[in-house]
């Protein structure tokens, strides 16, 4: 893993826009580069590298801070709630739209699962998912029973090895 030095992203003065297209918005590595005219190469480290500098930062940030990172993460949550919610109850059900708020719940859920992951290397504890955001996916994956599971098991199979 490098040094937050040796990363080019790291140092670039709009390392936090980058990290929040990167990380939050989860975009794609060519639309993020495109976007900041990096190269592709330096944003993979970068994000292979990111949850260990946001865990990092975390402890040195304020409280303020963290909580805005964490209310940022559960806005992105609602508005996708709110564009599944929509997509379903539409006169036409949008399935395709349906899918893709899944989908980006699920690169969420993932995200806060790498994070977890981070975390429970180090002496930290912290609880990231919090129940409000476990209750909400629950009642949106309701309908999609497979997808529901899958998110339930990776929820415990985090929560297990926090435990260990
Ligand atoms: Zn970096």
């Known amino acids: 893993m490098p040094n937050p030095g040796d990363c080019s992203i790291c140092e670039d003065p709009r390392a936090l826009d980058i990290n929040e297209a990167l990380i939050i918005e989860r975009r794609s590595l060519r639309a993020t580069a495109c976007q900041f005219n990096v190269g592709r190469e330096a944003l993979r480290r970068h994000r292979n590298h990111a949850p260990e500098l946001l865990v990092q930062a975390s402890r040195n940030l304020k409280l303020q801070q963290q909580e ?12 996708t709630r709110a564009i599944l919610r929509e997509a379903r109850e539409a006169d036409e059900p949008d399935n395709r739209l349906a899918l ?10 993932e995200f806060e699962a ?5 975390i429970k290397r180090k ?4 609880v990231l ?8 996916l629950g009642e949106i994956l309701y ?4 997808v529901h599971q899958d998110v339930v ?11 260990a």
């Not at 899944?102 to 859920?109: A, N, Y």
């Not at 790498?114 to 981070?118: I, Q, R």
């Not at 309908?143 to 497979?146: F, G, H, L, T």
Request: no cysteine; aromatic share 2%.
């Open 68 to 79: 805005t990172l964490i209310h940022r993460l559960e806005e992105i949550t609602t508005e």
């Open 100 to 109: 893709m708020a899944i989908q980006r719940l699920e690169r969420q859920l």
């Open 114 to 118: 790498e994070l977890l992951e981070v």
């Open 123 to 126: 002496p930290i504890i912290n």
């Open 129 to 136: 998912i919090a129940p409000a955001l476990e209750q909400a």
């Open 143 to 146: 309908d999609y029973p497979e």
């Open 153 to 163: 098991r990776a929820i415990d199979r985090v929560r297990l090895e926090i435990d």
